[in-house]
């Protein structure tokens, strides 16, 4: 009988230990945001509401934007309840990433709301999702993922200059090292060519981390960082057009081994808290598990990045300007 006993406590031990290894990094930050407003898009469910209830359980005013309001006021109503705090201040507020007239109004609306916003989380995000234009003539992961944040940081700089130290954490993943130069050009200047799906989510994810490193550049006489963050792999609704996780039998099958490999949403949310929380000042840097990490080479080249901006610019034309829109 003790060989049994022995035995459950090994393979209990290995689990476990796996399981801890897998959910990665956890925030140790304990500092407290006592009425600093937060911004986070795609507040609604996943990375998203589990980042909102952790930095309201540090006192912070979050504003949950969310193409679906409804599911927006159903975070709202979650959060508020795990809280059971009256003092924690909740706002929900409409925001399609795939029209840049949503982006526009919210931006305004909240230039009017508030005097000044501590930090902007570009959190949203789609993955293997049908491809097909937005109203403003993008493909829909691209705009969604990517070219729709880029819009709203640039929308609400004024609001994260007022703040003290203001910050933006555009939420990437290591999908970004799957991609090159080549799908990076392609993908940006053809918005109509069928492209596979993986490659067009891990070419927005390198447009962010890009976007991270130039903007710190352009920003780096101000009081705002910018940094690009690595949840890791997180159970999330992101999935919900991917084959193999959106058919029920096979996510049953895949259910034991993604119960050990796979992070919950409020593992996920652990780096992003990290980098709102964080004292190191550093900007324009890349994170995973609560730590400083090497992007890909392409990631981390400045001149890529640089040139890479001046052609997100191209491509919106007239439809945005940093002049005359902020």
Not at 49 to 58: I, P, Q, T
């Amino acid at each position: 009988m003790w060989k049994y006993a022995a035995g459950s406590v090994v393979v209990g031990t290995a689990l476990y230990g796996l399981i801890k290894y897998f959910a990665g990094g956890v925030c140790r930050c304990s500092a407290r945001l006592d009425g600093q407003v937060i911004v986070i898009t795609g507040a609604n469910s996943g990375i998203g509401k589990a980042l909102a209830l952790e930095l309201a359980k540090r006192g912070a005013t979050l504003v949950l934007a969310c193409r679906d309001t409804n599911k927006g006021l159903d975070a709202k109503t979650y959060i508020l309840r795990q809280l059971k705090n009256e003092n924690i201040k909740v706002f929900v507020k409409h925001l399609d990433l795939c029209s840049i007239s949503s982006i526009r109004k919210f931006s305004v609306n909240l230039i009017h709301e508030f005097s000044e916003i501590y930090a902007l989380v570009n959190n949203a995000a789609v993955f293997y999702h049908p491809q097909h234009l937005t109203e403003d003539e993008y493909e829909v992961t691209f705009q969604t993922n990517y070219l729709g944040h880029f819009i709203l940081t640039h929308h609400l700089q004024t609001l994260l200059k007022n703040s003290v130290h203001g910050r933006i954490v555009n939420v990437a993943s290591e999908a970004h090292r799957i991609v090159n130069v080549y799908d990076l050009n392609a993908v940006t200047k053809c918005q109509v060519e069928f492209r596979d799906h993986f490659i067009a989510y891990g070419v927005s994810k390198l447009a962010l981390i890009l976007f991270t490193r130039e903007l710190s550049k352009r920003l780096r006489n101000t009081n705002i960082i910018v940094n690009a963050v690595n949840p890791g792999n997180v159970e999330t609704s992101i999935f919900r057009n991917f084959p193999a996780l959106c058919n029920p039998w096979l996510y049953a099958l895949q259910w034991p081994i993604r119960l050990i490999i796979i992070k919950n949403p409020q593992q996920g949310a652990q780096t992003l808290l990290h980098a709102l929380l964080t004292t190191n000042r550093s900007t324009g840097q890349y994170y995973s598990d609560c730590k400083l990490a090497l992007p890909s080479p392409i990631a981390a080249n400045d001149k890529i990045a640089s040139e890479y901006y001046q052609l997100t610019l191209e491509i919106l034309a007239d439809k945005f300007n940093t002049e005359s829109d902020c």
